[in-house]
């Protein structure tokens, strides 16, 4: 989508709004899948009520992406622009226990910085890619933490009200790879407690979680993390490589050789082949386990 209305433009300049035409967003997510559009960047938190009042009085239809590490975006030129905020370094304040952290942090960075500063608990984060912003919205996790348990209060775009609101951290449910946020809410910041410990102790239980992963996942091929959520008590990776679907490809799209809940865009695959693919296997799951994989990477149609 284009924006060519001039004093749309004008406005948004003046909102502190960066607007990039034509966008690819191939190279702004993990899978490296997806369309064109034009890209906005929010470089002022407190003007975005106002943007997003903007964007609604003009009809202009708008998505926001993070990290772009758990989405699959739609192949073509997009009907709506996607909105971004852009990433702050470090983007954590500290105070005692507390960190203080932009939404658009990386995940990894900020559990390093913390780390530095002798606040752990966040170990087993530390490979999950992508924005704090997106693991707050999914509640990521693994090797037995999730960002979900560490969260105190957060900072917040409420669509449904056209407001920013900070709200506790228990006005929320954390579960598996699910929060309670409407689905239009946008995170800007949060704030997280997280235990005291040395430094060298942290590293340890970062070095461990990074080599189990190194060992179990294909870290240097194109992918969304996991597709599938876990069904409560199962694997959805050991399901699938049962069915000895690992190697499976529709085209460019293949189920990781590694991990079979990792699918891989091997050289420019489709978007229309990554989704016949994941309702390929979750057919096969279906028909031999009765089990129905729920997705766990977000799908971005038309
Ligand atoms: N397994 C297989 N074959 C495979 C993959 C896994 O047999 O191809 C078996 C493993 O041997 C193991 C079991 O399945 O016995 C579970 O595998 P793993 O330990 O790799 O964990 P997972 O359930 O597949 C989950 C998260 C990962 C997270 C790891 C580590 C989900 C959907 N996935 O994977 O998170 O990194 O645990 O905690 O919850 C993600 O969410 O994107 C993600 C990568």
Redesign the pocket.
């Known amino acids: 989508m284009r924006l060519d209305d001039n004093a749309l433009l004008v406005r948004l300049k003046e909102l502190g709004v960066e607007v990039r035409p034509s966008v690819s967003l191939v190279e702004k997510t993990s899978l490296a899948i997806g369309g064109t559009t034009d890209q906005l960047l929010l470089r002022r938190y407190e003007t975005i009520p106002e943007v997003m009042r903007l964007l609604a009085d003009n009809r202009v239809p708008h998505r926001f992406l993070g990290g772009g590490t758990n989405v699959l975006i739609t192949d073509g030129e997009l009907p709506w622009i996607v909105l971004h905020l852009p990433a702050a370094h470090p983007g954590v304040q500290l105070d005692g226990n507390f960190a203080v952290v932009d939404a658009s942090a990386d995940l990894g960075g900020t559990v390093t910085f913390c780390a530095k500063h002798d606040l752990g608990g966040m170990e087993g984060l530390i490979g999950v890619p992508g924005s704090v912003g997106g693991a707050l919205r999914m509640n990521a996790g693994?090797?037995g933490t999730q960002i979900g348990s560490y969260v105190r209060e957060i900072e917040l775009y409420r669509a449904a009200k056209g407001e920013i609101e900070i709200i506790h951290g228990d006005q929320i449910r954390f579960d598996y790879?699910h929060t309670s946020f409407a689905p239009d809410d946008v995170m800007l910041r949060v704030k997280l407690e997280l235990p005291s410990k040395p430094y060298k102790e942290i590293l340890a239980g970062i070095k461990v979680c990074n080599e189990k992963?190194r060992s179990?996942?294909p870290l240097n091929q194109k992918s969304a993390?996991?597709i599938?959520?876990?069904p409560p008590g199962g694997?959805?990776?050991?399901m699938i490589?049962e069915l000895g679907l690992?190697g499976h490809r529709v085209g460019e799209a293949m189920v990781s050789e590694r991990?079979?809940?990792f699918f891989v865009n091997v050289a420019n695959s489709s978007c229309a082949d990554m989704l016949k693919l994941i309702d390929y296997v979750r057919e096969r799951v279906r028909s031999s386990y009765g089990i129905e994989l729920e997705n766990?990477v977000i799908v971005w149609r038309n």
Do not use: I
């Open positions: 693994a090797y790879r992963r179990s996942q993390g996991c599938f959520k876990n694997s959805a990776g050991r490589d690992k991990h079979a809940n766990e």
